[in-house]
């Protein structure tokens, strides 16, 4: 079965140009099949203050309404076609695409429940086929947050959940290995000192929740993560971005989740 490396890009590394150059480079020298997938909701939030639509967030995430989906859209095309021009230059033959690129992620509207999150997707189906179709001619896609419900409505979508749910939607094809990478060596026990975890089982990480040591916004990344790996994805790993080229190697130096 042939490999594919599916890789998130996150954090502060997407707005920092030097830095995204360094990690596009270390992707473009992946072996195998690969996909990167990345989000951008920070830039979107100077945007939309910049143009007078503070943007509304509700315990870190944010709320998509229709002022918003139009600029987080365009941010995000943006960036999307700026990671892959500079992908051609190192000569990666690559596509940006959005979910709706070739039906390639179908989400629905999240349900309003205490909070109405807005144009905000949660996914429910993977187009495997599309994927494969671009693996064959050579491609290499770079997918941004945005899906779309089969109605004609995009949907942001968060960037985590779309790495983890391509990983699983075609891990029947390819033996997969899932990265996310951010400004961070890994997933960590003393945040002073960075001390990486260098693996978590599903024991391990229900201990480290209890104990109060993963916390915030690493509880949702990892979750996706172990929800990547139940489906059959064959491994995953969170790491620095400058890391990226030690992912295949015996010395990568971040955090590997596995079943046991």
Do not use: W
């Not at 959005?98 to 205490?114: E, F, M, P, W, Y």
């Amino acid at each position: 079965m042939e490999s594919l490396t599916v890789v998130k890009i996150g954090g502060k590394v997407i707005n920092e140009e030097a830095e995204l150059d360094i990690f596009l480079k270390k992707f473009a020298a992946l072996k195998g099949n690969k996909i990167l997938v990345h989000g951008g909701g920070n830039i979107a939030s100077v945007v939309q203050n910049k143009m007078g639509i503070p943007p509304k967030m509700v315990e870190g995430r944010r709320i998509t309404d229709a002022d918003a989906i139009d600029i987080v859209t365009m941010v995000f095309s943006g960036l999307n076609k700026k990671i892959v021009a500079k992908l051609q230059s190192a000569g990666i033959q690559s596509l940006g695409v959005s979910g709706a690129d070739g039906n390639l992620i179908r989400s629905r509207k999240r349900s309003v429940t205490t909070i109405d999150y807005g144009y905000v997707g949660d996914v429910e189906e993977v187009n495997a086929e599309f994927l494969k179709a671009l693996f064959d001619l050579g491609i290499v896609p770079v997918v941004c947050a945005l899906t779309h419900d089969n109605q004609g409505q995009l949907l942001n979508t968060n960037a985590d959940t779309i790495a983890s749910e391509l990983a699983r939607g075609i891990a029947d094809h390819y033996q997969v290995d899932l990265v996310y990478c951010f400004e961070q060596p890994g997933v960590l026990s003393d945040f002073e000192n960075k001390v990486v975890i260098p693996e978590i089982t599903p024991a391990g990480y229900a201990k480290y929740k209890a104990d109060g040591v993963i916390v915030d916004g690493m509880i949702p990344k990892l979750d996706n993560a172990f929800d990547a790996i139940n489906a059959g994805v064959d491994t995953v790993k969170i790491c620095h971005f400058e890391a990226l080229d030690k992912v295949q190697s015996i010395d990568y130096p971040g955090t590997t989740l596995c079943l046991k």
